[in-house]
């Protein structure tokens, strides 16, 4: 029988199985935005899981001293670090199946998308949670966490820190209004399936769900089609049975809409096919309805 020539066999990971380093709460429910994205990516290639369990604590021991940090993959020996690397290092290693970062260009849009949802969405929400964060986390991760969480918050108690949330929380959702908008338009940030700037700007709401023990959204914040279907992807991999809701924040007197009620308008939401298409804005714009408009 003849050799077969392998040189075009595209590799299979173990199993199909690929290995992932945790960080859990002690619910066991992934904390790191970083290892949700991971997630996502490994089961968006069609692979199994194989779950590392673990907390804060003992990171370089259960690597065997190959990290600080996590996410850390292991696929059939050889080991990845960092989630970006790692999902780069998948559509490498493994180009016949659904790509994750598809085009170049995908790269710096998500980088900004993911810069600007920390910025108005986990920034806050930090400063909100993190009391819960550490409550939530492995009994043996709290000290570590208090200190390393008070250290970055420039040395305030966290008991401190998330106190007059009530106050804070209802300002969050109206600044998301430019993410809704695009999420109003596209059923996935990958167009029709999503792909890996879904599972990073995901990651973000995964987070909060995962320490959000009050709600951040209101019940009918438009993000909620969104978020629910990609919690629910992968047979609900985003659907942990202790992570929180992240719907049912109560709005009280004098706190702002949480999102926009009005018509999409303007240039950046509406299409340019005509002056037909553009009349009644012209109209407003102009204070008078107007004249010019053939066909
Ligand atoms: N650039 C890294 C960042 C990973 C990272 O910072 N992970 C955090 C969790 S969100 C961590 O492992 N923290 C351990 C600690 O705080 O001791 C990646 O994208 O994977």
Known sequence: MLARHNATVTPVAK????????????SGCTISPFVWATKYAIAHKGFEIDIVPGGFTGIMERTGGRTERLPAIVDDGEWILDSWLIAEYL????????????????KPLTEFIEGWLWQTAIGPWFGCYI????????????????????????????EDVVKGREDRLPQVPP???????????????????PNYADYRALSV?????????????????????WLDR????????GRHPAMHSLFGLKLRPGDPEPWSKAPAMGGLATRNTGP??????????KGGPTTRVTS
């Open 91 to 106: 559509d490498r290693k493994y180009p016949d199946r659904p790509t994750l970062i598809g085009d170049p260009g995908i």
């Open 15 to 26: 199993n199909n199985t690929i290995t992932l380093y945790d960080l859990q709460l002690a």
């Open 175 to 193: 600044a998301l209004e430019p993410f809704r908008q695009i999420l109003k338009r596209h059923k996935w940030l990958g167009g029709e399936a």
């Open 205 to 225: 709401f995964l987070w909060t769900a995962s320490v959000a023990t009050t709600p951040p959204l209101t019940d009918d914040d438009p993000l909620r089609d």
């Open 230 to 237: 990609g919690f629910d992807l992968y047979g609900g991999l």
């Open 131 to 158: 009391k819960d964060y550490r409550d939530l986390s492995l009994p043996c991760d709290h000290e570590y966490v208090t200190t390393t969480r008070e250290n970055m918050l420039g040395g305030k108690k966290l």
């Open 276 to 285: 037909q298409s553009t009349k009644s804005e012209t109209d407003r714009i």
